[in-house]
C-alpha cells in the first residue's frame, strides 16, 4: 500500500501553475509497523507525539515532518504530535473516492490537488492566493487501491517550509 504525497510550492506570479515534488509514502510496514496515533477518549485528539501509521491519520491531527522527509520516497508513518506543540502540517480535509477500478496516477492527482485547493480557503480563511500558508495532498497510489481497498485523499496545510512550525490549529488563522 502506498499514497503519494505532492507539496506544492507557492507561486510568485498569479495564477501561474502550482510546481510539485513527488513523494511516495509508503504505508506496507513490517509486520511490527507503526501504530496507530495516541488518542484521548473524547475527542479523538492525538495526546503525544509518535510515529503515527499513515492509514491512522484523522481530520485535525497535526504533523510534525523532517526536513529530510522530503528526500524519501516512500515511509510507513508519519510524526503526529498535540496539535498544541509546534508542527508543520495539520490535515484540514479529506475526499473518499468512488470504488472501482483503479482511475490513474495522473486523475487521483489531480481530484486531490483540486479538492484540496477548494478546501483550503473554507478552512485557513483566505484565499490560496492571499495565504502565506501552503497545501498539499496524500492519496491513493494504485498498489493501496488495490492491496488496501484505499480511497481516501487528505490534504494537509502548513507554513512553506519544512523548517517553520506553528503551534495550534490553522482553521480560521487567516495568514
Do not use: K
Not at 94 to 111: C, I, K, N, S, W
Not at 128 to 152: A, C, G, H, K, N
Amino acid at each position: 500500500m502506498a499514497l503519494a504525497r505532492l507539496r506544492p510550492a507557492r507561486s510568485l506570479a498569479v495564477g501561474a501553475v502550482l510546481l510539485t515534488s513527488a513523494l511516495l509514502v509508503s504505508g506496507c510496514s513490517a509486520i511490527l509497523g507503526p501504530e496507530e496515533a495516541q488518542r484521548d477518549e473524547p475527542n479523538g485528539e492525538v495526546t503525544a507525539a509518535s510515529d503515527a501509521d499513515v492509514f491512522s491519520l484523522q481530520l485535525g491531527d497535526c504533523i510534525n515532518q523532517a526536513e529530510s522527509d522530503a528526500e524519501t520516497e516512500e515511509f510507513a508513518s508519519l510524526p503526529v504530535v498535540p496539535c498544541a506543540e509546534p508542527h508543520n502540517g495539520e490535515v484540514y480535509a479529506e475526499l473518499e473516492l468512488e470504488d472501482g477500478d483503479f482511475p490513474g496516477a495522473t486523475t487521483v492527482e489531480d481530484q486531490a490537488m483540486e479538492h484540496c485547493h477548494g478546501q483550503f480557503e473554507a478552512f485557513v480563511g483566505l484565499s490560496y492566493d492571499e495565504s502565506t500558508l501552503i497545501f498539499w495532498p496524500m492519496f491513493p497510489s494504485e498498489q493501496s487501491w488495490e492491496l488496501e481497498d484505499d480511497r481516501v485523499i487528505q490534504c494537509f496545510v502548513g507554513p512553506e517550509s519544512v523548517t517553520e512550525t506553528v503551534t495550534g490549529t490553522l482553521a480560521g488563522a487567516a495568514v
